[in-house]
C-alpha cells in the first residue's frame, strides 16, 4: 500500500484545510486508515481512526468536534476536514494504514505510511 498525503499550508487560527490521503495498491475496503500528527519536538500523536466500512470512527479528544474524517471510494482517497484549527494543531500530519481489523490509536499498530504534510496555524 502507498499512501500519499497533500493538502496541507498556512492558516490563520479558526481557518480550516483538508487534508488528503490517496492510497494505491489496496482498496479501502481492505484497510483501516488513521491520521497522526507530530509537532516538533513532541511524540507522535494520534488524531483519528476510520473503519475499513467508513462506518467507525475514533478521534482523538483534542480534535473531536473539529475534525471530520470521509473517504472517496471511486478516488480511493480519505479526507481529514481541519476547521477552527488553533495553533496548537500545527503539526507535520500523516496518514497511516493497517491490515488488521479495528480501529487504533496506536501508532506501532499501522502498517503503511504516507509522507507527512505541514499545517501551521497562525496565531
Known amino acids: 500500500v502507498q499512501l500519499q498525503a497533500s493538502g496541507g499550508g498556512l492558516v490563520q487560527a479558526g481557518g480550516s484545510l483538508r487534508l488528503s490521503c490517496a492510497a494505491s495498491?489496496?482498496?479501502?475496503?481492505?484497510?483501516?486508515m488513521g491520521w497522526f500528527r507530530q509537532a516538533p519536538g513532541k511524540e507522535r500523536e494520534f488524531v483519528v481512526s476510520?473503519?475499513?466500512?467508513?462506518?467507525?470512527?475514533y478521534y482523538a479528544d483534542s480534535v473531536k468536534g473539529r475534525f471530520t474524517i470521509s473517504r472517496d471510494i471511486n478516488k480511493n482517497t480519505v479526507y481529514l476536514q481541519m476547521n477552527s484549527l488553533k495553533p496548537e494543531d500545527t503539526a507535520a500530519y500523516f496518514c497511516?494504514?493497517?491490515?488488521?481489523?479495528?480501529?487504533?490509536?496506536?501508532?506501532?499498530?499501522?502498517?503503511?505510511w504516507g509522507q507527512g504534510t505541514q499545517v501551521t496555524v497562525s496565531s
Open positions: 497511516a494504514a493497517k491490515n488488521a481489523l479495528g480501529l487504533s490509536t496506536d501508532g506501532r499498530n499501522y502498517d503503511y
Open positions: 495498491g489496496r482498496t479501502l475496503s481492505t484497510i483501516t
Open positions: 476510520f473503519s475499513r466500512n467508513g462506518i467507525s470512527v
